[in-house]
């Protein structure tokens, strides 16, 4: 059969089902090949807390969704153009999502008269007005797949488990996605089952062949490549970047890298990553709770290693007495949090930037810590070793914050050539440096304030170590008022005297009266919101904080350059609350604590009203 193929700029994809479908998987393999492709993309999972909610009921959802172009896009978009709907659960919610006249994929086989009462619906919406909006494609999935295995010796119910290969396979013909990869991928994943590798990779192909031959689908679609700088890439998630940059900061540091961390959602996709690179001198250590991961990790960075702790929001409440012992004892040490819905464990797999006070002052006494945070899951490679530089270069733990949208969320990464990665190497200290061969563990260097590092062990160094206040110069136990008072004085400075670039202004004819600034991963959305702004002719301009402590120099005039500043962020106006107070300048937030990332259309509207305002 002869069918139409139409050419598409952009999609968006989201496959919903229950927790057991597979969708995530499903998900991850369409995204590996539309990277293989060469397309633009960007990602966003959406998973439930629960390890199994109660199968068919709208808690149970889990969805994938993917934005893919043959351009530069931003965000994983605000709306899909076509739902997967294993189930009547996933049609539920996600409908009030889909626009009109997008295209719906939704596995019959499933729309029992059962499973409809379990989420409420009266009647069967394929065959009321329910869906009339829509372009419904009516698929047994299920049957289908079980069909196609008749000749494999499995039971019906591990036959049916194939049924998101089928659907992928149909996903894969609809949008001539190559199929090689997941071929390959299906014959490594079930090697030791070469009967279940072997089912899978039928119910995919003939998923494929359904695509092909049905009269369902009279047209497929074709979205060209990106045209991308020069280089090689791969698709990366956040949390995989996260991973590898901490990895190329201990080779350019020349420190053995050492995770001390306990498990926790969104964060255990990095100890589970740095696990496998033993060979680049990785050591991970998963701890018995969060206290004894941080104090595991700065032991390891008394040692003279690049000592890194993961988690999220509420273990960082957990670790905060630790990082302020890192503090007084100045050593170097990465915290990363990735951020979460809270308060308390709140919704674990969901999206927010609410730790920002927390790791500004979340711990007793005056103890200031550097506070980066990556703007895009590729960035996160570039942040890790941003926070490494700081923490080895200044003897001072740094808080990295990145979040579960992040974290979960992938996109292309260009490999980096190895000369394009900084020396951030420091030297350890090996002779005495004071007067009449004494050490003085707390003579600071005289441009960083840095004190020096010195391995235990080395002859003629041995020094004092604790967290009870220390002298200055000798670092001997001190309750001197003035020493306290210039010690406290002295961290502080050297966490302001941080190099850090300059913010850069996004305004490209100079005559913007509104800024949107942000930090972290509100900068896909509000990128694309600034685009769709100036392509209706608007004026507007858009800047990024990476650092968040210390704020660039010119942070201030920046600010003061613009009639009106926009600050989206996903909390109550965090960030908005730092500057009102440091810079006096009259912040316009815009909040939202939905445990979802912002949606460029939102930000759109919400930049215009603010243009337009008086």
């Not at 961390?261 to 991970?284: C, M, N």
């Not at 808080?399 to 260009?414: T, V």
């Not at 850069?504 to 896909?524: F, H, I, K």
């Not at 942070?555 to 962020?569: A, N």
Request: a negative charge; charged letters at 20%; aromatic letters at 8%.
């Amino acid at each position: 059969m002869t069918k139409q193929v139409q050419q598409l700029d952009r999609v968006i994809i989201r496959f919903a089902g229950d927790s057991g479908d597979g969708m995530q998987l499903t998900g991850d393999r369409f995204t590996a090949g539309t990277a293989e492709f060469g397309n633009d993309l960007s990602t966003l999972p959406n998973f439930p807390a629960e390890i199994r909610a109660p199968a068919g009921t709208l808690p149970g959802v889990s969805s994938f969704q993917l934005h893919f172009a043959d351009h530069d896009i931003l965000t994983p978009g605000d709306a899909p153009n076509v739902l997967v709907a294993m189930n009547p659960a996933a049609l539920k919610a996600n409908l009030g999502d889909l626009p009109r006249g997008a295209d719906i994929i939704v596995n019959t086989d499933e729309f029992t008269k059962r499973n409809l009462q379990k989420v409420g619906y009266e009647t069967n919406p394929l065959e009321d007005d329910t869906l009339a909006e829509w372009r419904v494609h009516a698929v047994p999935l299920t049957s289908l797949t079980v069909k196609a295995l008749e000749g494999f010796d499995l039971s019906k119910k591990d036959a049916e488990r194939s049924k998101n290969m089928f659907a992928l396979g149909l996903l894969s013909w609809l949008y001539h996605r190559p199929i090689e990869h997941t071929i390959t991928f299906l014959q490594q994943k079930f090697a030791k089952k070469p009967e279940i590798a072997k089912a899978n990779i039928a119910a995919f192909q003939a998923g494929w062949n359904y695509g092909e031959t049905t009269e369902s689908f009279s047209v497929s679609y074709e979205v060209k490549p990106a045209r991308l700088a020069p280089g090689v890439y791969r698709n990366i998630s956040g949390n995989q970047a996260l991973a590898y940059g901490l990895i190329a900061a201990s080779v350019q540091a020349k420190l053995p890298l050492f995770l001390g961390s306990y498990p926790i959602t969104p964060a255990s996709d990095i100890l589970h990553e740095l696990s496998k690179h033993k060979r680049f001198g990785v050591r991970t250590f998963q701890a018995e709770d969060e206290i004894a991961g941080v104090g595991a990790a700065l032991g390891a960075a008394f040692g003279g290693a690049l000592g890194v702790t993961t988690t999220s929001g509420p273990g960082v409440a957990l670790k905060a007495e630790t990082v302020g012992l890192g503090v007084t004892t100045e050593l170097p040490l990465i915290i990363v949090d990735v951020q979460r819905a809270g308060p308390s464990t709140g919704m674990p797999t969901k999206t927010e930037q609410t730790d920002l006070l927390m790791a500004m002052y979340g711990r007793n006494g005056e103890s200031p810590v550097p506070v980066v945070a990556p703007m895009s899951p590729s960035d996160c490679f570039d942040a890790a070793i941003e926070a490494a530089r700081i923490a080895v270069k200044y003897r001072t733990p740094v808080m990295l914050l990145s979040d579960g949208y992040l974290a979960n969320g992938s996109e292309p990464w260009r490999l980096p050539e190895i000369s394009e990665l900084p020396d951030i190497s420091q030297a350890f200290t090996t002779e005495p440096n004071g007067e009449d061969g004494a050490f003085l563990p707390f003579k600071r260097d005289e441009e960083t304030l840095a004190r020096p590092w010195a391995i235990p062990g080395t002859a003629g160094l041995e020094h004092r170590i604790g967290g009870i206040e220390k002298a200055d110069g000798t670092g001997n136990i001190s309750y001197d008022p003035d020493n306290h008072d210039l010690m406290v004085r002295t961290r502080a400075a050297k966490i302001a005297g941080i190099d850090v670039p300059d913010l850069e202004v996004d305004d490209p004819d100079g005559d913007a009266r509104v800024l949107v600034l942000g930090w972290g991963s509100t900068y896909g959305p509000i990128a694309a919101a600034v685009r769709r702004i100036r392509k209706s002719g608007g004026k507007v301009a858009q800047a990024h904080l990476r650092h968040l402590n210390p704020l660039p120099a010119n942070t201030g005039e920046v600010l003061k350059g613009y009639d009106k500043v926009l600050l989206p962020e996903i909390n109550l106006g965090q960030l908005a609350l730092l500057l009102r107070a440091r810079y006096l300048v009259d912040i316009i937030s815009y909040n939202r604590v939905r445990g979802l990332p912002f949606k460029a259309e939102e930000l759109a509207g919400v930049i215009q009203d603010v243009i337009d305002s008086d």
